[in-house]
């Protein structure tokens, strides 16, 4: 099943991106592929349903094939790709690090008109058993000088709303997306991860 071909740009939402080599999307190989998020993608616009429902989109000016969009069977929860649109502002890339152990683990884009609840959504589809609702997102992170010890000491007005647009945010490209987790996220990463298992 293909829609129509018109030549279009898909923008890199996660990693990694999975590919299936040569000019059949029916074929059975596909490589893992590393791309920078925020970084763009050349297709033929061309798309392609695979029998598990997950859609593929056809490169452009590379070597023949075609870039998992979004679908099951690949443990990557969420679109990989999205089609950039005329006119689509420019977005930013935001890094987050582990409620867990401080470490990096991904990189969230996001369209200055998308707002401080879908980065919410995106940390939690990046890190399956976080609770959206105990996410709290902070326009920058406490100091020992400025706050004391952690949040309680934090001024509200700190605190992003939901509905606030990230155009209105102190965010800028390459920043940490700074949040905390009003919750156990280790004990909630590990239940999700059970109930995954036991399915």
Known sequence: MEAESQLAEFRVLQGPLFKKPGKDPAGPKVIRQTRKVGTTVPTTGRT??????????????????????????????GPLLEEVKPGDEEPIVLFALSPIDDSKFCEICLKPNHTVKHAKHW?????????????????????????????????????????????????????????????????????????????
């Open 123 to 199: 940390l939690a589809l990046r890190m399956p058993g976080l609770k959206v609702e105990n996410i709290i997102v902070a326009k920058e992170k406490p100091s020992e000088k400025t706050h004391g010890q952690g949040l309680r000491n934090f001024p509200a007005n700190w605190l992003l709303d939901d509905e606030v647009r990230m155009r209105d945010t102190p965010f800028k490209d390459g920043d940490e997306l700074v949040f905390f987790y009003m919750g156990d996220a280790a004990q909630d990463v590990a239940a999700a991860k059970e109930r995954l298992t036991a399915s």
């Open 48 to 77: 392609w349903t695979g029998p598990a429902g997950g859609t593929w989109v056809e490169l452009a000016q590379e070597k023949p094939g075609w870039m998992l969009v979004e679908g099951p069977g690949f443990n990557q929860p």
